[in-house]
């Protein structure tokens, strides 16, 4: 399932796009109706972040910590690829470790200490269509 699609039916409410680069609808940093958000996924896991402020998360299948710790702090800052992750310092953001399920790595960022409640759903395998064979 597409990552805005999941939000969208985990949420209950629309996921729009905004680049606030170019003003482009096409891609940039997810929204919601007065609330801010961060999407993120890996194969079969999506990680979903909603606030009254703003906010980064990154999740990875078997990855590094440090590297979903840069990818949530350049999300939260709104920089994104724009920026070498390398280059993310560890005074810039509060950011908390996650609790995914085994094989996965995830990290949440904010300006300040935010209250987390974390929910784990793993998507489902796509239903596979049955199959009527016929003896030939």
Not at 37 to 57: C, F, H, M, Q, T
Not at 61 to 87: I, Y
Not at 114 to 131: D, G, I, K, N, Q
């Amino acid at each position: 399932m597409e990552q805005r699609a999941a939000a969208e039916l985990h949420l209950g409410a629309t996921v729009s796009r905004l680049c606030p680069h170019c003003g482009s609808a096409d891609h940039g940093r997810p929204r919601l109706p007065e609330r801010h958000l961060s999407l993120a996924y890996a194969e079969g896991l999506v990680a979903i972040a909603v606030s009254d402020r703003p906010v980064g998360v990154d999740v990875e299948r078997k990855g590094h910590l440090a590297w979903t710790r840069a990818e949530a702090v350049l999300k939260l800052t709104g920089e994104g690829v724009r920026r070498d992750p390398a280059t993310v310092r560890d005074d810039q953001a509060w950011t908390l470790t996650l609790a995914p399920p085994a094989g996965y790595v995830a990290t949440l960022a904010s300006a300040g200490p935010l209250e987390v409640r974390v929910r784990t759903e793993m998507a489902a395998a796509p239903a596979r269509p049955a199959t009527d064979a016929a003896p030939t």
